[in-house]
């Protein structure tokens, strides 16, 4: 079982570059988040959604975008990279929002 | 403002021996708490969960306690084994708010 799925696992960029990165779960779950995690601060949440076609924002939406276009997928994206968004992305799922959350491995993004 | 505190940024404990990890929360509308594991390299996993309505949960080597009038939980590992040794986050979740996580306590069991 696959589970939840990021892609890349790692990344470089330089300040003012774009990217985006994927998210993918195979458990048919309605829920799905995006979390930051930075040393010294517990895991924070930037966007999730309750279900396809949706998103709402978390604790620290700024400088991201978020899109559900289907069920499996919630995609993160940085317009306009800058350091401080230099972290550790983790994506997550839940059946439901009171239900234990499925992580994935993270993704290691560098902002030079 | 931190809701949910892990005061001890690690704890080192013997093979065989208990391990007590402590969580206290600030917000009273915080009606479950979950416990995940993180090793290295890897995302959370969950652990352990307990509602408010309950004071106690058990699994295994695994037992959660609730002081909801203190706003503390502790999670108790017995016998503690080697492959525990991991990073625990504490985290909780109520009302409107969604899950909210502390920073996290290493924990390394000694063979």
């Known amino acids: 079982n696959a589970g939840v799925t990021q892609t890349p696992k790692f990344r470089v960029l330089k300040t003012g570059q774009s990217m985006t990165l994927l998210c993918a779960q195979d458990m048919n779950h309605e829920y799905m988040y995006w979390y930051r995690q930075d040393p010294g601060m517990g895991l924070r949440l930037i966007h999730y959604s309750v279900g396809e076609g949706t998103t709402a924002k978390g604790e620290v939406p700024d400088g991201y975008n978020v899109s559900r276009l289907k069920k499996q997928n919630f995609l993160l994206g940085l317009e306009s990279a800058a350091p401080s968004q230099t972290s550790v992305y983790f994506c997550a799922s839940s059946a439901q929002g009171s239900e234990p959350q499925h992580f994935g491995d993270g993704t290691r993004l560098s902002i030079l | ?111």
Not at chain 2, 27 to 40: A, E, G, Q
């Open chain 2, 1 to 111: 403002d931190q809701q949910v505190k892990q005061n001890s940024p690690s704890l080192s404990v013997q093979e065989g021996r208990i391990s007590i990890l402590n969580c206290d929360y600030t917000n009273s509308m915080f009606d479950y708490f979950l416990w995940y594991k993180k090793y290295p390299a890897e995302g959370p996993t969950f652990l352990i969960s307990i509602s408010s309505i309950k004071d106690k949960n058990e699994d295994g080597r695994f037992t959660v306690f609730l002081n909801k009038s203190a706003k503390h939980l502790s999670l108790h590992i017995v016998p503690s084994q080697p492959g525990d040794s991991a990073v625990y986050l504490c985290s909780g979740q109520g009302g409107s708010e969604k899950l909210v996580f502390g920073k996290g306590m290493k924990l390394t069991v000694n063979p």
